[in-house]
């Protein structure tokens, strides 16, 4: 993950004949929080919905006499709010499932914290992890630094979780497994 400045791959663990390593098990798990972005793509839907239906009223609006000339602008309000009706959920759908297909997430493992974004994964083993630092200023995040000195950042919102608590939980596991209490 160059971004991440980590060009590990992910390790697996618990696999061949070496029965003294435990299997790999996932503790916790956290993905990015998609909230804002689901309200901005329903809003926008919403908004061309409304408008497209009122664009379609206005144009269509008088229209039921016989003989009445009906301009050509009338004609085109009403094409554009039948357009824009019948766009606007499609473009919401196709905009959700964009965001669903996102797969990022943290994984708080018995061998390590895995960081999966924009479809690479890197593993910071617990034994690697040096620095577990939360920071506020000058943006809200999570620095997790390896013993050689490469880093990853976490500036996202997770669901469930704030930045200092997943934090304070990555530390918690990390002397945990540390001390062999956590298999």
Do not use: F
């Amino acid at each position: 993950m160059a971004e991440l400045g980590l060009d590990r791959d992910l390790e697996r663990e618990g696999e061949g004949l070496d029965h003294k390593k435990p299997p790999l098990r996932m503790v916790e798990w956290y993905r990015p929080d998609q909230g804002r972005r689901v309200l901005r793509i329903w809003g926008l839907g919403v908004a061309m919905v409304t408008g497209g239906a009122l664009c379609a009223i206005g144009g269509l609006r008088g229209l039921g006499s016989l003989g009445q000339v009906v301009p050509v602008a009338r004609i085109g309000l009403a094409l554009v709010g039948g357009l824009l009706v019948l766009s606007g959920p499609l473009l919401c759908i196709m905009r959700l499932l964009r965001a669903m297909r996102d797969d990022d997430y943290v994984a708080l493992q018995n061998n390590g914290v895995v960081i999966a974004r924009r479809g690479e994964v890197a593993l910071l083993r617990w034994d690697e992890l040096a620095i577990i630092e939360y920071r506020r200023e000058p943006r809200e995040a999570l620095l997790l630094r390896r013993r050689d000195g490469t880093e990853a950042v976490l500036g996202e919102a997770y669901a469930a979780i704030d930045l200092a608590r997943l934090g304070r939980r990555i530390s918690h596991l990390r002397s945990k497994v540390l001390m062999d209490l956590l298999r």
